[in-house]
């Protein structure tokens, strides 16, 4: 493997963006490295490596004539493949959208071609964003960098094994109930969702639109900032985007966040999780506290509500968004006598177990007669969630809690239990209830496998959150994680 591909995206770009290093040379050792890896890791499911070589030129040749280059100037990234990339195919996974081509990109992407990043391809994931271990993609599952033989998590488990196995420096996911923070977690990397509304959704092909937000991967505090000031801040295409400004979060990372009042909450981890991450948990708080940190004990007693109450709202909101998928419109269609055999034959050809399973839930929750019971209430348990977190943040400023109760699973482990998958997420899906900002990063390796701690902040304290997990990632040395050379970096 080209040492280039192992060093920090915050390295790599000023030599980019002086002409030490050309974009095409980084482009074709990048594409190399895919093509040497791919065969083990299954990161992508579309590979764009001949525009990304053409584009990489382009922007060469942009700066010879003085051009001034964007903050991601010609750096290789991917992006999970529910973001619509126009001209190139948007899967979601699914077989339904196996061949849909969007007209259009969504405001992510346009963001990140306008800062100069390249795209490589576009990354597996489950079908629809729906799963923890990017087992459920329609196609085939992808592989964890630290071990092949293990989940990546999911659903963005492409984008994790991108950057984790060195084929792209930074790359995009997204977050409905976990789906940046877990794999992050399974793969040593910094994962960041955003406070709901601090990133654009257009072009984000919905699952639950009250939840979902667009999230960054990169191996260090520093890039995974400098992605998520890319790719931040109002879109009028978006009417739940949040006009506000976005602070320079990669300038401010090393302000010091002062003395800082860090919760812990004892009623989580009492929701279960192996003996190794609780460890492991236990000596990051000691580091916290070592930073001047102090750690109080909060209490988040409706948490425990969580997991039921997103198996209510994220089903319900999943059943109405994946309406449109009707074979009419866009996408596949198997042909029927009539218009409603059409609409069943390719919706029971197109969708998977896992998507049906959601699909008849939410419709399920959402009938008349059910609505009250279920989908009501479930939006009360939320309010009593979100107001849990509002009361613990007058105290503290914010919150440390593991993010995921195991390490990596292996392939085929949880994939014939829903529940065991979905119990994957139990500290990650409370934080997306509330709508709350919360980074993923590295605070362990157990087992040769890497350990993720969150940590949480109040409605738009993404700077602080960065400048925590700054501090910690120096105090630690846990950044620009390299998997061991088993496997599938043995290249
Ligand atoms: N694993 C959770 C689910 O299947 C979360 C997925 C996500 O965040 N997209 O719903």
Not at 61 to 75: N, S, T
Not at 145 to 170: H, I, N, T, Y
């Amino acid at each position: 493997m080209n040492p280039l591909l192992r060093r920090p995206a915050h390295e790599i770009l000023p030599m980019l963006s002086r002409g030490e290093l050309s974009c095409r040379e980084l482009m074709e050792i990048s594409l190399d490295w895919m093509s040497q890896t791919e065969v083990r890791i299954h990161s992508f499911l579309t590979q764009d490596g001949e525009r990304a070589l053409a584009k990489a030129s382009a922007l060469d040749q942009r700066r010879a004539k003085g051009e001034m280059p964007g903050p991601l100037f010609g750096l290789p990234v991917a992006v999970k493949d529910n973001l619509a990339t126009k001209g190139l195919r948007t899967t979601c996974g699914s077989r339904i959208l196996e061949d849909f081509v969007p007209p259009y990109s969504a405001t992510v992407i346009e963001r990140l071609e306008q800062g100069g990043a390249v795209l490589l391809g576009k990354t597996n994931c489950d079908e629809f964003a729906m799963g923890s271990s990017t087992e459920n993609s329609a196609f085939f599952p992808t592989r964890n960098p630290w071990d092949l033989e293990r989940v990546p998590g999911g659903s963005s488990g492409g984008s994790a094994a991108a950057v984790a196995s060195g084929q792209a420096f930074l790359s995009l996911g997204t977050d409905t109930g976990g789906s940046v923070r877990q794999p992050a977690s399974f793969c040593g990397l910094c994962g960041f969702k955003p406070t709901y509304g601090r990133v654009s959704r257009y072009g984000l092909i919905a699952f639950a639109s009250s939840l979902d937000q667009v999230g960054t991967f990169a191996r260090n505090v520093r890039d995974c900032a400098l992605l998520l000031e890319v790719i931040a801040g109002y879109d009028p295409l978006d009417s739940t985007s949040l006009n506000e400004p976005v602070p320079p979060y990669s300038r401010e990372l090393e302000n010091n966040p002062g003395s800082l009042r860090i919760g812990f909450a004892g009623d989580w981890l009492a929701m279960g999780l192996t003996p190794e991450v609780e460890r492991t948990f236990h000596r990051a708080l000691d580091t916290l506290r070592g930073l001047g940190f102090a750690i109080e004990s909060i209490s988040l007693p409706h948490s425990h509500y969580a997991l039921p109450t997103y198996y209510l709202i994220a089903p319900a909101e999943a059943s109405a968004n994946l309406a449109r998928f009707d074979g009419i419109r866009y996408g596949l269609r198997v042909p029927g006598e009539s218009l409603k055999d059409l609409y069943q034959a390719t919706r029971g050809q197109g969708f998977g177990a896992e998507v049906k399973r959601r699909i008849m839930l939410g419709t399920y929750a959402l009938s008349a007669g059910y609505r009250d019971a279920f989908y009501l209430k479930a939006q009360q348990v939320r309010t009593l969630i979100r107001r849990d977190f509002e009361q613990a943040f007058g105290v503290v400023d914010l919150i440390a809690v593991p993010t995921t109760p195991s390490t990596a699973f292996r392939l085929g482990e949880k994939v014939n239990d829903p529940l065991a998958m979905y119990m994957a997420d139990l500290f990650t899906i409370p934080i997306s209830l509330a709508g709350l900002p919360s980074l993923s990063l590295p605070m362990g390796i157990e087992g040769g496998l890497p350990v993720g701690l969150q940590l949480v902040g109040p409605t738009l304290a993404e700077s602080r959150i960065l400048q925590a997990a700054w501090r910690f990632q120096q105090a630690t040395g846990l950044h620009d994680l390299v998997p061991p050379p088993a496997g599938a970096l043995r290249a």
